[in-house]
T-cell receptor, first 113, second 111 residues
Framework: DAGVIQSPRHEVTEMGQEVTLRCKPI?????LFWYRQTMMRGLELLIY????????DSGMPEDRFSAKMPNASFSTLKIQPSEPRDSAVYFC???????????FGSGTRLTVV | SQKIEQNSEALNIQEGKTATLTCNYT??????LQWYRQDPGRGPVFLLL?????KEKRKERLKVTFDTTLKQSLFHITASQPADSATYLC??????????FGKGTMLLVSP
């Protein structure tokens, strides 16, 4: 298995633009998580899905953020419009039900100028 | 509110020594706790899981302890090597297979 695949690896965009981050989880994993990492706040859970259904989006900072999981092999995190304070590394992770470790992707480094 | 504390200062040790990292938490009663390693520019990598009814877990040169009374976990790397240099994150289960992560402690192992 190639692991969790995220794209793009880096994204630089201007304030106000729409940004879409993509994630392909590991086949057979029924949980998918979106985290954001900054030096100040560490890893923060934004939203997670179980069997493609959003379960808890209370970590999504604002209505500008939205996430979808149309099928078991693909998820997107969209920011519209983007702001400089959204600059961070965004990670996608997947896992199986139970007390298993997460498998993280390599992340997308987002810079909003 | 729930809080996880890991030493924000980097831990510097010499090769061959045992590194010990600490994770303290408040207002949690996690069913399990996990440790991850993160290298610069990469995502965290799962290392070990320890359940609330387990006192100690080992994997090769790694050892984790979990004291639910003290609300503390210790992470040990024995016979440390420069390749062990990384940031180590502890993560606590908060229900429904979700985790809350600490900010991590950077470990630097010098030759």
């Amino acid at each position: 298995d190639a692991g969790v695949i995220q794209s793009p690896r880096h994204e630089v965009t201007e304030m106000g633009q729409e940004v879409t981050l993509r994630c392909k989880p590991i086949s057979g994993h029924d949980y998918l998580f979106w985290y954001r990492q900054t030096m100040m706040r560490g890893l923060e859970l934004l939203i997670y899905f179980n069997n493609n259904v959003p379960i808890d989006d209370s970590g999504m900072p604002e209505d500008r953020f939205s996430a979808k999981m149309p099928n078991a092999s693909f998820s997107t995190l969209k920011i519209q419009p983007s702001e400089p304070r959204d600059s961070a590394v965004y990670f996608c992770a997947s896992s199986q039900t139970g007390d298993y470790g997460y498998t993280f992707g390599s992340g997308t480094r987002l810079t909003v100028v | 509110s729930q809080k996880i504390e890991q030493n924000s200062e980097a831990l510097n040790i010499q090769e061959g020594k045992t590194a010990t990292l600490t994770c303290n938490y408040t207002n949690y009663s996690p069913a399990y706790l996990q440790w991850y390693r993160q290298d610069p520019g990469r995502g965290p990598v799962f290392l070990l899981l320890i359940r609330e009814n387990e006192k100690e877990k080992r994997k090769e040169r790694l050892k984790v302890t979990f004291d639910t009374t003290l609300k503390q976990s210790l992470f040990h790397i024995t016979a440390s090597q420069p390749a062990d240099s990384a940031t180590y994150l502890c993560a606590l289960e908060k229900g429904y297979s979700t985790l809350t992560f600490g900010k991590g402690t950077m470990l630097l192992v010098s030759p």
